[in-house]
């Protein structure tokens, strides 16, 4: 019997011969304390100085963190990185820069929650504001054509460092690293530059591919031009806890932070006409927006004209306006797809990126949501189909003549891909 999460709870999926595809990512256990594998990476840093030796000479040092979004376990990383930029320069002044990205700015008790009383209390902190044109600055052009505007802070410090963590991302291929940089902490107008119909339309913009992706580029050439000297990124457990750390190059330590995971989250795909999945649970299954992430999941796995069932209990709703308006409001799939791929790089709008995906995937099948029933209406307005049940997604799938069955657990836990480079 295989529990699908939903919710706080999980629905029963009696296997019956269906492939089964999880990752081994509920194997990576922390082998100590998160505070003692952060300072082992730090002290043998990839291709990079110590940061105490970046620290020498330096007056301000800008680190740009995490906001409340992302679960990153910054006591484990900040106390080491104020250790070592003090040993170089002990009068250095440091800002913490908090990567909203195209989110809300992060309120006190999310920063205290995420940061402790005493680093709250004893820190120097920017939020960063995509949409304040005064705050920021332009450093450079991409090589997406989009104008590389950052936050002031970052663009004017003498030495710009990030922590992160490094997560499976449905079209950035990890997260971590560059992102930092983009979207972390770049104007509204790079990061709609960036995240274009044309690059999402990428057959490279998917989970865990990083060679070719034309979004991984154009951030690599934000964190360049920014000038980002170092990074800590860690690697997560199950219960949020640091397994591992990889710190120095932001390139080649984040690369190598994403090799070491994929070594656990990928999986072969298991083509079936039926692919059932789930967004993890709660909180992660809040919204429909967030579930088109481990649709991308069952997608690379599904045959052509097959069903995928997301299993999501979605307790904030549809979780953006424009991202269920765009759904609703279209002739077809088909259509709207076309309608962001003749719209231009320069007037991209917000969540665009997110109907684009699951467009793409209407486009190709059918999407039965098992959901609360005050959803159905919503879920078909967004041209899905609505089951009450996972036992009745199912017979709505025979019924139109789908067989074979592959079931994705938690979708956002895998990388499906197929054994090539990437």
Known sequence: MLKIPYGKTSLAFEEGGAAVLTSRIGELKAGGEGLAIVRAAMEKPIDSPRLSELA??????VIIISDHTRPVPSRDILPNMFRE????????????????????????????????????????????????????????VLPSGAPCVIDRSAAEAELLIAEGFIEPHFFAGFSGGRKSVLP????????????????IDSEYARTGVLDGN???????????LAKLAYIVNVVIDEDKRTV?????????AHRAGCDFLLGYAKVSPVYADVVITSNGGAPLDQNLYQCVKSMTA????????????????????????????????????????????????????ADQWESQILARILKKHTVIVVTRPALKTMVEEMKMRYAPSLQ????????????????????????VREEKGG
Do not use: W
Not at 244 to 252: D, L, R, S
């Open 392 to 415: 009745e997604a199912l017979a709505m799938a025979r019924a139109m003549g789908k067989e074979s069955v592959t079931v994705i657990p938690n979708g956002i836990s895998v990388i």
């Open 56 to 61: 020498r000479g330096k007056k301000n040092c």
């Open 298 to 349: 069952a997608e690379a796995s599904c045959n052509p004209g097959g069903v995928i069932i997301e299993c999501a209990e979605c307790a904030d709703g549809h979780g953006g306006q424009a991202f269920y308006e765009s759904l609703r409001d279209c002739e077809s799939a088909q259509a709207l797809y076309a309608q962001f791929m003749a719209t231009p790089q320069e007037e991209t709008i």
């Open 214 to 224: 034309p979004m991984h580029e154009d951030m690599l050439a934000a964190a360049k």
């Open 85 to 140: 930029l003090r040993e170089g320069s002990p009068e250095i002044d440091i800002t913490l820069l908090v990567a909203t990205g195209f989110h809300r700015p992060s309120g006190e008790e999310e920063l205290r929650a995420k940061l402790g009383d005493e680093i709250y209390e004893q820190s120097r902190i920017v939020i960063h504001d995509c949409r304040d044109r005064e705050a920021n600055v332009q450093i450079g």
């Open 244 to 252: 591992a750390a990889f710190a120095g190059n932001p390139v080649t």
């Open 184 to 199: 972390g902490v770049c104007d509204q107008v790079t990061v709609m530059g960036n995240h274009c119909s044309r690059f």
